[in-house]
Nanobody
Framework: QVQLVESGGGLVQTGGSLRLSCTASGGTFSSYAMGWFRQTPGKRREFVAAITWGGENTYFADSVKGRFTASRDNAKNTLYLEMNSVKPEDTAVYYC??????WGIGLYTGEDQYDIWGQGTRVTVSS
């Protein structure tokens, strides 16, 4: 199965942009539906975005819709999260996740629908 490593986190000002990457190794990346989640201290992991196996379809949480985009490059085994117009409430540790499931259209929003997780990358938005 794949292993996932996120990168690209850091400090960004309100209204700015940041691109997170998630690089997969050790498996067939294109066979996994992928997702992004985020977590702040004391809270459960929160769904952010989902993307289908080939990247044709995406789905976003209402809190980031219109500001974030997700994409993937299966040739590079990499998933991306483009974060625009960031807000202080976007501050969190961001995780990418891979799902072994193959039912439906491949847009999974539940934490329990993902099987493999990265270690997370921290994003801090300053006000």
């Amino acid at each position: 199965q794949v292993q996932l490593v996120e990168s690209g986190g850091g400090l960004v000002q309100t209204g700015g942009s940041l691109r997170l990457s998630c690089t997969a190794s050790g498996g067939t990346f294109s066979s996994y539906a992928m997702g992004w989640f985020r977590q702040t201290p004391g809270k459960r992991r929160e769904f952010v975005a989902a993307i289908t196996w080939g990247g044709e379809n995406t789905y976003f949480a209402d809190s980031v819709k219109g500001r974030f985009t997700a994409s993937r490059d299966n040739a590079k085994n990499t998933l991306y999260l483009e974060m625009n117009s960031v807000k202080p409430e976007d501050t969190a540790v961001y995780y990418c996740a891979a799902s072994n499931r193959d039912w439906g259209i491949g847009l999974y929003t539940g934490e329990d629908q993902y099987d493999i997780w990265g270690q997370g990358t921290r994003v801090t938005v300053s006000s």
